[in-house]
C-alpha cells in the first residue's frame, strides 16, 4: 500500500518512461564525506562524475547497460578500470529514471516495509523500506515521508557490513506531469 502511494504521488509513471536523456546534480553522503556528483544519461548508458577528495582527481563511472567501468581523470593515460557487479547492479538502477520503488520486482529485488522511524533530515516520521538484490546482496533503504510520500533518503549498501552511500532528496516540483527533486 505505502508503495502504491509513493508511486501514485510522484506521477505519472509512462512519463518517466519516456524520457530519453536527463542530468542530475547532488551530493552523496559517505560517512562524514559529501561528495557532490553530475549524473547524465542517454538511452541505456550512465555517466556519473563524482568530485571525490581523491588526490588523483575526478571519479568518473561509466555504465553502457551492461557494465560499469572507473575512470581517475587526473590524466588522460589512466586506465579504465571495471567495477564490481554490486556496483553495476546500483548504476542499472540508476540508469532507470522510473521511480526505484516502482521498479524493484523487474530488477530482481525484494522488498520489506521495516516501518515508520526518525531520521534527522527530516522532521516528520519516514517510512524505511528495504530493497535486497538476493544475488549480489546490495540493499537499499527507501525513506520516504510519511505525509507526502515523496522519497527524501536513499541509502545504498553493495553488500552487507559496508559503507553506506546516502543520497538526499529535497525541494521537491512538477514537471511534465511528474515531481521530481531538484535537491
Known sequence: EVVRR???????LDAFQRLSSYSMRGTMEQGDQTTPFVLYKRGNNLRCEL???HPLGRLILLYDG?????????DVSTRIEPMP??????MAREASFSPILATYQETGQ????LGLSRIPENEFLVYQIRLVN???ESEIDVFLDSISLLEVRRDFRPQPGAAVLETLFDDYR???????PFS
Do not use: M, Y
Not at 66 to 74: A, I, K, M, S
Not at 85 to 90: E, G, L, P, T, V
Open 66 to 74: 551492461r557494465n560499469t567501468w572507473q575512470w581517475l581523470q587526473h
Open 51 to 53: 568530485d571525490t577528495q
Open 85 to 90: 557487479a554490486a556496483i553495476s547492479s546500483w
Open 6 to 12: 509513493h508511486i501514485r504521488a510522484v506521477g505519472k
Open 174 to 180: 512538477v514537471v511534465d506531469g511528474f515531481v521530481i
Open 134 to 136: 538476493p544475488r549480489d
Open 110 to 113: 525484494q522488498a520489506e516495509l
